[in-house]
């Protein structure tokens, strides 16, 4: 058997954009190299182009807890989940001109209520990459948690926002009742149950 080759070059026959809307979605005819080092034959595919996003999970190091957001997603209820109000952390779509940390910070507080005075990285990756474009810069945030809680939202983007103060064990807790059904809440918690004394201990030290 022969050994597999990298493959790194891909070839567009045809592209065709067929929603321009919310969501932007192009189907493509393409061909891509293969580990045995021929060409596929013709692949229809369709992306949905969703550019990056950021998103946050607000952490009180000195409190030990964390914020989390709770709304409505149409996703959720079109797959006919059975709470389709999500428990999530913070997120956004970045605009242009505008860096990750600078849109999680600015959707913390439009959506929480609170300030980030700094910032983690946590990960970043794609969201779902056989059909989208999305990638996802995810942090955990540094926040003074003292009185944060309430109805949150920009009422001229339609948005009902819920956030409420968990308890760090609580929140964790969510993880083993099923309640955390997104990815990037349930990455930035796992990533905060194995890393929040070292990071409790970096913020205090260092603030």
């Not at 989940?81 to 242009?96: H, K, N, R």
């Not at 860096?99 to 983690?120: F, K, P, T, W, Y």
């Not at 809680?149 to 099923?178: M, N, R, T």
């Amino acid at each position: 058997m022969s050994q597999p080759q990298q493959p790194t070059r891909v070839r567009v026959d045809k592209k065709q954009q067929i929603s321009s809307g919310y969501l932007k979605i192009t189907r493509y005819q393409l061909r891509h190299e293969q580990y045995n080092g021929d060409w596929t034959g013709p692949l229809p595919r369709e992306v949905m182009d969703r550019g990056e996003v950021g998103a946050v999970l607000p952490f009180d190091p000195v409190r030990q807890e964390v914020v989390l957001i709770e709304q409505f997603r149409v996703g959720a209820w079109a797959a006919q989940w059975p709470e389709p109000w999500l428990l999530e952390c913070v997120a956004g779509i970045i605009e242009e001109g505008e860096s990750a940390g600078d849109m999680v910070r600015r959707e913390a507080r439009e959506e929480a209520g609170c300030e980030i005075s700094q910032l983690e990285l946590v990960a970043r990756y794609f969201s779902s990459p056989g059909a989208c474009s999305e990638i996802v810069d995810l942090f955990c945030g540094r926040i003074d948690s003292t009185a944060l809680g309430g109805i949150h939202g920009l009422a001229d983007e339609g948005e009902d926002i819920l956030a409420k103060v968990w308890p760090l064990a609580d929140a964790l807790a969510l993880l083993d009742s099923g309640r955390i059904c997104n990815s990037m809440t349930l990455i930035a918690l796992q990533w905060l149950a194995a890393n929040h004394n070292h990071l409790t201990h970096k913020w205090l030290t260092h603030s």
